[in-house]
DNA sequence: TGCCTAACGGAACACTATTCCCATTAAGGA
DNA sequence: TCCTTAATGGGAATAGTGTTCCGTTAGGCA
């Protein structure tokens, strides 16, 4: 997004890694509404101006934030089955969740979100590219025969993670290990029974 | 919550209610980021002083504004089936979300309770009391051997939710009515097969 | 190695959000 | 009906935040 720059050299790398990096602090432990570029700009050791001019605003900066997590993505597993799988990619999402600061981190950019159209593209551009890579465990489901042909694999794999976020923002307690559990296995039953599949 | 008040006579409940009105058309406008509390005592046709005297910030705004909503929940249907039941739910919760002016509100207030505890514990006050309201569509469902018993009648209607706001969220384009069906469709599924069961 | 220019950093500037003050209004009770 | 006082409303003062200017630094290239 922010790759095509005429100088893209040595130290506008390092601003953007160190300012990126006390966004992210920002974020975790203060939210949204402790995100000051002011405060940013300081942590990262860098000119506010600098922030300003690169970013300009504090729904740019998560955006960009995105950009950069996308590439840090983890891979998938593979359990042999898809309970097994998706029970990992359940446990990995709730633990995130639950921590407090990483927590945090996604609650607040999530509300980022719903404040600007450019930072709602990016974010949906990033759970793409995080179902895209988990998808297959679902297409694998269907070549060994677990569910039917022409389940919807990204929907499978968000049926995973909705729950436990939808606790994270609407909850005081955030989601624990049974409700990863449930998030997986209730995935698992669903699709099986062919609740996502297309046609149906 | 803010109904203790020595003198909560007529004038006092008017602006009260002029503010949260305006409060309610800002937020599905602009949502939270654009919630100016001086623009919103001038919509409400009160002083500035006297909003942020009795509020002071924008998310103690959203924290009452929550609790009049809350007052407001549509009740249960009972068509005899869970499935209907929760195909009646899912309908309305995707039609909110879709609406570009309710869906931007629950967007917001969810952006909101991120940035403040107590508004955080007012939006769980009001999901807790919409749940609450629709339980006994579960606890019905059992009664009739549909699904097993102690089945976590909460966890069942939350689960039908859960992937309606998890799309809002996260993706720049509403659920639609295909994702109403399958959202109940999965939690009844599920349900059905124990996956909400206490024990298991 | 040295030039050219993009990118940066510090400080001054402009603007908006918030609070303070005090006159005015209208509940609630005798 | 009148009195007491909580609550409101408008405007000025203040604080805090966002924006811009301009000199300095350091990539990129010959």
Redesign the interface.
């Known amino acids: 997004m922010a790759d095509a720059q005429p100088r893209p050299g040595g130290r506008t790398a390092r601003v953007r890694e160190a300012v990126l990096r006390a966004t992210r602090d920002a974020l975790a432990s203060g ?3 402790g995100l000051d570029l002011t405060a940013v700009a300081h942590d990262a050791g860098v000119g506010k101006t600098t922030v300003y001019r690169r970013w300009g605003t504090p ?1 740019a900066l998560v955006a960009d934030l995105l950009v950069e997590m996308a590439d840090r993505a983890g891979d998938r597993v593979d359990t042999g089955s898809l309970l097994g799988d998706l029970e990992v990619n359940a446990g990995r999402v709730q633990r995130t969740l639950a921590d407090p600061e990483e927590g ?1 981190l996604y ?2 950019i ?8 450019r930072t ?2 990016a ?2 551009a990033f ?1 793409d590219r995080r179902v895209a890579v988990w998808a297959p465990c679902v297409e694998d489901a269907v070549g060994r025969g677990e569910v039917p042909a022409g389940t919807d694999a990204a ?1 499978v794999v ?2 995973v ?3 436990l ?3 994270r ?4 307690t955030p989601p624990g290990e049974e409700d990863a559990r ?1 998030a997986a ?3 698992v ?2 699709a099986v ?1 062919g ?2 599949a297309s046609g ?1």
């Open positions: 939210g949204l509404h729904t945090g609650a607040a999530v509300a980022a979100a719903t404040c600007d159209a709602a593209a974010l949906e759970y929907a968000r049926a993670s909705a729950p976020y939808y606790h923002l609407t909850r005081t449930r296995a209730a995935a039953v669903a029974a609740a996502f149906a």
